[in-house]
């Protein structure tokens, strides 16, 4: 269930809190002038981009305003370590991790903040690495959420502020949609059905993934249903998208899982273990594609013969915006 999430502004994945007071309400022109950690006040506070920055006197305040981009802590006041990590040697993915406001470094005049917990600091970790090439790879990888933060505009409803930021490549499938299909009913294509559908997307699993129900219309002349939810979660590990269907009133043989990636934007291409009408193994490729703000295309293409050659179109459907 959504727990009413409130970050918000066009810098809500940023490191800020349910009020967006950015980094826990430290001040920022404090780490330069005084070179410390220090708390700042509410009765000195400046918004910027939507997030709250709070100081310790009027005087920081006005510095900050002058000019804010010049005080904001790099990679979104999130952990400089855990957004450079070395994926490859930890087997740990770049993150947007908390950091602790007192632990940080200043470097050629940019201020960085690092996680601490009581039994490691990760400042002391970057000290003894290879700073240069954890502060690389956090650029690139703070980059590329930056990049994915432009697909939406602001925070968009029921996305987890925390979730990955991948999920907002199925941003513009939100809502409601209805489909004409039409599925092959043989192995060749003679024999169709033609049918209509309601398609809802929204995000799931308290925000951390995307959802979607597809629905015949119109309903079974008989109790229950032959649909069912599917889930699509980002796998950080192996960058690609693994996708769950989970039938309702169906056998358990109806379940799929698919690998899917997006090849270019609103453009992906799953593949999966299936079945033919017949019951002969195939693969099965899905696509959706032709993807803007009010339609899409889906496809499906079979392969007898372990992806060497495809019948195309074996199930079709094209959709359409309807909230």
């Known amino acids: 269930m959504n727990q009413g999430f409130s970050q918000s502004g066009p810098r809500w994945y940023y490191n800020v809190d349910k009020e ?3 980094i826990g309400g430290y001040d920022v022109v404090a780490y330069y002038t005084e070179n410390q950690a220090i708390k700042g006040n509410e009765l000195h506070g400046s918004l910027w981009q939507g997030n709250n920055y709070l100081f310790s ?12 981009e010049k005080y904001l802590p790099a990679h979104g006041g999130w952990c400089t370590f855990f957004m450079g990590i070395d994926q490859e040697a930890t087997q740990f993915p770049p993150t947007r991790m908390a950091s602790d406001p007192t632990n940080f470094k200043i470097i050629d005049g940019k201020l960085y ?4 917990t009581p039994s490691q600091n990760f400042l002391e970790m970057f000290n003894s690495g290879d700073q240069k090439a954890i502060l690389k790879r956090a650029t690139k990888f703070w980059k590329s959420r930056v990049s994915l933060s432009k697909k939406a505009e602001g925070r968009p409803k029921g996305l987890n502020p925390m979730a990955r930021m991948e999920n907002l490549k199925w941003e513009t499938f939100m809502g409601k949609w209805e489909a004409q299909v039409q599925w092959w009913n043989d192995t060749t294509g003679t024999s169709k059905s033609i049918f209509k559908g309601e398609w809802e997307f929204r995000y799931g699993y308290n925000g951390y993934c995307i959802q979607d129900d597809f629905m015949s219309v119109p309903d079974l002349p008989f109790a229950g249903t032959q649909n069912g939810p599917a889930i699509r979660g980002y796998d950080v590990q192996n960058h690609e998208w693994h996708m769950t269907y989970i ?3 169906q056998p358990r043989a109806n379940t799929w899982l698919m690998t899917a990636n997006f090849i270019a934007p609103g453009y992906l291409v799953g593949q999966l273990e299936s079945q033919d009408p017949l019951g002969n193994a195939i693969l099965q490729r899905v696509i959706f594609k032709k993807i803007d703000q009010n339609t899409f295309e889906w496809q499906a293409d079979w392969s007898w013969d372990e992806g060497k050659t495809w019948r195309e179109k074996t199930g079709f459907a094209t959709v359409t915006r309807t909230e």
């Open 20 to 22: 967006n007071i950015a």
């Open 57 to 68: 006197s009027a005087s920081h305040k006005a510095t900050f305003e002058i000019d804010p």
């Open 113 to 116: 903040l690092f996680r601490k």
């Open 247 to 249: 039938p309702v009133n």
